[in-house]
Nanobody, 125 residues
């Protein structure tokens, strides 16, 4: 079973930058496509970005295209989400889990995914 340790969240002003980290254990990134999901207060989780196990395919939700960048370090078995030009609507908890890429913009949670604690991002002035 895969385990995920999300970190890097915090409070920033609109327009600010954060980089989230997702340390993976119990498996390698070469075996699993990984997605970042965002849960805003009072809303359901939505896919933000995901990267294929081969690393050659990346999807972004339309709301974050041009602002967020997903990447990974195979040696550290860690996936990152660099978040630029943050907006108040980006506020919420961010999780990483195994995911499938669909189309050009969608990330679908793997049915066997187990949600971790996530990391809180707050964008406010």
């Amino acid at each position: 079973q895969l385990w995920f340790d999300e970190s890097g969240g915090g409070q920033v002003q609109p327009g600010g930058t954060l980089t989230l980290s997702c340390a993976v254990s119990g498996g390698t990134l070469r075996e699993h496509s990984i997605g970042w999901f965002h849960q805003a207060p009072g809303k359901e989780r939505e896919g933000v970005s995901c990267i294929s196990n081969a690393g050659g395919h990346i999807n972004y939700a339309d709301s974050v295209k041009g602002r967020f960048t997903i990447s990974r370090d195979l040696a550290k078995n860690t996936v990152y989400l660099q978040m630029n030009s943050l907006e108040p609507d980006d506020t919420g908890v961010y999780y990483c889990v195994p995911a499938f890429l669909r189309g050009m913009s969608y990330c679908v949670v793997h049915p066997d995914a187990a949600w971790g604690q996530g990391t809180q991002v707050t964008v406010s002035s």
